[in-house]
């Protein structure tokens, strides 16, 4: 399970966690090293690691705003005045009787009520 998590594409960073942190896929265990391979030790691999969050954190600021933008293109800001009618929601519970319960089926709303 956590190698199929560490190998899958995540379009929030565009890359998969384990080659954003390595810059390289992550290997099974029956091919885990090449031939030549060594591991990079020092001063350049802090450096590769602090460019790499940073075009992490870029890219999931890329999507948050883009998410963002989708969520605000449907809100709005409510008024209300003295006298105007409105329906409150009702979020139903297991261990709560429901209010105006009807066969299968409950109301999300209940109202209408005056401010």
């Known amino acids: 399970m956590e190698f199929t998590y560490k190998n899958s594409y995540q379009a929030t960073i565009g890359m998969a966690p384990y080659e954003a942190l390595y810059e390289r896929k992550c290997r099974t265990l029956l091919h885990w090293d090449e031939v030549g391979e060594r591991a990079v030790l020092g001063p350049k691999i802090v450096t590769q690691t602090v460019y790499l969050i940073a075009k992490i954190r870029d890219r999931m600021l ?43 089926l409950s109301p999300r709303y209940i109202g209408p009520f005056e401010i």
Do not use: C, T
């Open 62 to 104: 890329i999507a948050q705003s883009r998410k963002k933008s989708y969520a605000n293109q449907r809100h709005r800001d409510l008024e209300f005045e003295v006298g105007d009618p409105v329906f409150l929601k009702v979020s139903p519970w297991k261990s709560v009787m429901r209010i105006g319960k009807r066969g299968k």
